[in-house]
């Protein structure tokens, strides 16, 4: 056998080899790829449901004739959202792009911080005995900020996804 004919016996070999071994390898990351993107797809649309959630307690903040079914079934709806930032927040540092994972914590962060300054700066709003058309300003700077930052969170979840419109 020439030299020329043993390089490629050995070539064919080599690449039936690798053909072998690589294709299960390759599909399988297209696998795993595939797997991540649909569990980042759950994820940020359960997340937008707390979103969503927020948007609407902050019409009713700064609307009091916006004012949120008090019916049982609304009632658990909103009870059951309530469980969503402890459950989602584990999940986003396992599977979440880096930009939707701080934007998150950030959107977290505004929420907790006008709760905060609604105790400070407007103690026993909304509270039994209160005056339950008192509302917020709209450009209240937490809620400027906590908009903000929900805006922001749909926009890197929709850039992370690629969903264009």
């Given at each position: 056998m020439d030299t020329t004919?043993?390089?490629?016996?050995g070539t064919a070999l080599v690449g039936a080899l690798l053909g072998s071994l690589g294709a299960p390898?390759?599909?399988?990351?297209?696998?795993?790829?595939?797997s991540l993107r649909e569990q980042r797809m759950v994820l940020y649309a359960e997340a937008m449901l707390y979103v969503h959630f927020i948007s609407g307690n902050l019409r009713w903040m700064v609307?009091?004739?916006?004012?949120p079914s008090t019916s049982e079934e609304e009632i658990r709806k909103r009870n059951a959202l309530r469980q969503v930032p402890d459950q989602t927040t584990a999940r986003m540092r396992l599977v979440a792009h880096n930009s939707v994972g701080k934007a998150w914590l950030e959107l977290l962060n505004a929420e907790e911080e006008?709760?905060?300054r609604i105790g400070e700066d407007h103690p026993g709003f909304r509270q039994s005995g209160s005056d339950p058309m008192e509302a917020l300003q709209p450009?209240?700077?937490?809620?400027?900020?906590?908009r903000a930052a929900s805006e922001r969170?749909?926009?890197?979840?929709?850039?992370?996804?690629?969903?264009?419109d």
């Open positions: 004919a043993a390089i490629a016996a390898l390759l599909t399988g990351r297209l696998a795993d790829r595939r609307d009091p004739y916006n004012t006008l709760e905060f450009d209240y700077p937490p809620v400027v900020r906590l969170f749909e926009r890197d979840c929709r850039q992370a996804l690629h969903v264009t």
